[in-house]
């Protein structure tokens, strides 16, 4: 009887713990402090973009000895892993985005935010060009600022290679307004077929769904649609849910080249189960408004119906990436992006700006992992600079003052004094990037994921539920904060209970 008293009072006390600390954490998050004002004293960092490099940069810096800026098209950082889950409903969208302010007024100075795309970038000038291109503009609308270190971090575009039709007709699946207009596309094609009078070649037509592409964004996606069907279309729209096909097309002869064998067979057999249709050696010649024409292995050209496509076929540099680039001919000759140096230091430039993420080209894929590891890195190179720069002033003062003593005795001990700064400068070295391989990790529908991960000093390939679990707890963790952990843990439980949404926003 005391036993069970006992647990029974722990058991209550630990919950009422639980319950005060979150709400302290979550309380203190939502009421953050007076911050220190900008400096002008202080070097300028300016920070382009608000994606995984610049975030995580923004995250780790120090920003005591650096007045920082932030200025980038979209005023939130979007966790790009879950957009698919978006683009069917299992997520509402705000669950995935973290404002940028959220992070920035934590910080110890404050740090300037900026809704503004960037035009141009001057390297020789050092100055940043950037307009306010959202629907509501001031009298002032467009700016140019001065830096003294630039954290280059724009990320990348969709790749389209100039595909007749692609621009106009297909939905992507990169920014949050893309899983939204995925959205209501694949329901408004859904309540078309359900016209009255429609032929069946044009309900066959409608609900045909094409995703282009078969790496992560489209497998990932196939398998989102796929559990969308299954786990609620069925339920809502019976007399169409069986005629819904989903096609993933890819160029190359397999899907995810980046996973090992055993998992991309895997993850066909999950598809073939799933009744996706993968077309494999297949290249997307054209999308039109109710069609994608192919090319298919036996060289045939083939035009295929369909009421959707969506476009996941890759990235390319954005336009001022290639405009910047451009304005460094010798060192910056890389197509697929800029060039750095072991440092993140862009090629050619006199160690002002540092690229990260998928603007950059280096060995490493252009993936969240490497963005978030690079912004992390520099914003620690960052907090060293200062020390190095400190150090050095210290000892050209010491060295001045050393010069105007008359008093031998004196002289000595501030030269004595400047001898160990300049011991320690010479230990003083700021270390390169080195990126750490986690693993790569994919969900791919009917509750199973692929992962392969670096483990045992090989790869460890695992697929399946137990899998899917741990693509669930690693995406919580990589979370940034413990407001989009629990708005996603409670979309999950919201769509096991109630299922997804079918409503079509208009
Ligand atoms: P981004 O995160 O794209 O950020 C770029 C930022 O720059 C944005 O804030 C943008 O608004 C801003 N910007 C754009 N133009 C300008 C301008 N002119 N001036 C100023 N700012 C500008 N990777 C993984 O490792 N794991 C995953 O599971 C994973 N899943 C993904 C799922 C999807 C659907 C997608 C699309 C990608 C996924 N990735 C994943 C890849 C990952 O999202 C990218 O590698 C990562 O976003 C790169 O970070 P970044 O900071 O370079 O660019
Ligand atoms: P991707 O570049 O990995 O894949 C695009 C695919 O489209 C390629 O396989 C290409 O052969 C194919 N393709 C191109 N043109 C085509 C055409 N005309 N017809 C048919 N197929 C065509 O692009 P994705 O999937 O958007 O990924 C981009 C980056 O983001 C990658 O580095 C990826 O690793 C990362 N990512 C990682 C995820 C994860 O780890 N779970 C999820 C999503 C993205």
Not at 107 to 114: D, T
Not at 169 to 193: G, I, Y
Not at 413 to 442: M, N, W
């Amino acid at each position: 009887g005391t036993a069970i008293t006992y647990a029974n009072r722990a058991f209550w006390l630990s919950l009422l713990a639980g319950i005060g600390s979150f709400y302290y954490v979550t309380q203190k998050d939502r009421t953050p402090g007076p911050q220190l004002p900008h400096d002008p004293t202080k070097k300028t960092i300016v920070v382009l973009g608000s994606g995984w490099g610049a975030t995580s940069f923004l995250n780790t810096l120090d920003t005591t000895d650096y007045n920082v800026v932030v200025i980038s098209p979209r005023n939130f950082f979007l966790f790009t892993p879950l957009l698919p889950s978006v683009a069917v409903g299992t997520l509402s969208p705000r669950s995935i985005l973290q404002p940028t302010r959220y992070v920035t007024r934590h910080k110890a100075r404050s740090v300037e935010v900026i809704e503004a795309e960037a035009q141009s970038v001057d390297p020789i000038n050092k100055t940043v060009s950037f307009i306010d291109n959202s629907d509501i503009q001031g009298a002032v609308s467009s700016t140019t600022i001065p830096y003294d270190y630039l954290v280059y971090a724009v990320g990348a575009e969709v790749q389209t290679f100039g595909i007749k039709g692609v621009q106009e007709n297909a939905c992507f699946m990169k920014e949050l307004h893309d899983a939204e207009k995925m959205q209501r596309r694949f329901l408004d094609c859904l309540e078309s077929a359900a016209f009255p009078g429609q032929s069946e070649a044009e309900i066959e037509r409608l609900l045909h769904m094409v995703v282009v592409g078969g790496g992560p964004t489209g497998v990932e996606l196939s398998g989102e649609l796929h559990d969308f069907l299954e786990e609620d279309l069925k339920m809502w729209y019976p007399e169409l849910a069986g005629k819904i096909k989903i096609t993933l097309v890819e160029a190359l002869p397999s899907v995810l080249p980046m996973f090992s064998k055993r998992l991309i067979d895997y993850t066909m057999s999950t598809f073939k189960e799933s009744k996706i249709d993968i077309l494999t050696q297949t290249m997307v010649k054209e999308v039109g408004e109710k069609t994608v024409t192919l090319a298919m292995p036996d060289k045939s050209i083939v035009e295929m119906p369909c009421g959707m496509v969506v476009w996941a076929a890759g990235n390319k540099g954005r336009k001022i990436t290639q405009d910047l680039m451009a304005q460094l001919p010798t060192a910056q000759t890389n197509k697929r992006g800029i060039t750095i140096d072991e440092y993140l230091q862009m090629n050619g430039t006199d160690g002002t700006i540092f690229a990260i993420g998928d603007c950059t080209s280096s060995s490493h894929a252009p993936t969240a992992q490497v963005a978030q590891q690079q912004g992390s890195y520099l914003a620690r190179a960052f907090a060293q600079r200062v020390k190095g720069d400190n150090l050095k002033a210290q000892l050209a003062e010491l060295e001045a003052s050393a010069a105007t003593i008359l008093h031998e005795d004196e002289r000595k001990k501030v030269l004595d004094e400047a001898e160990g700064v300049k011991r320690q400068l010479s230990k003083f070295k700021i270390r390169p990037f080195s990126y750490s391989h986690q693993g790569t990790l994919a969900y791919i529908g009917s509750d199973k994921a692929i992962a392969d991960l670096p483990f045992l000093n090989g790869s460890f390939a695992s697929g399946g539920f137990l899998t899917y679990y741990f693509w669930r707890s690693a995406y919580i963790s990589t979370l940034f904060s413990l407001r989009n952990r629990s708005l996603v843990v409670t979309d999950w439980i919201r769509t096991k209970v109630f299922g997804r949404d079918v409503s079509r926003e208009w």
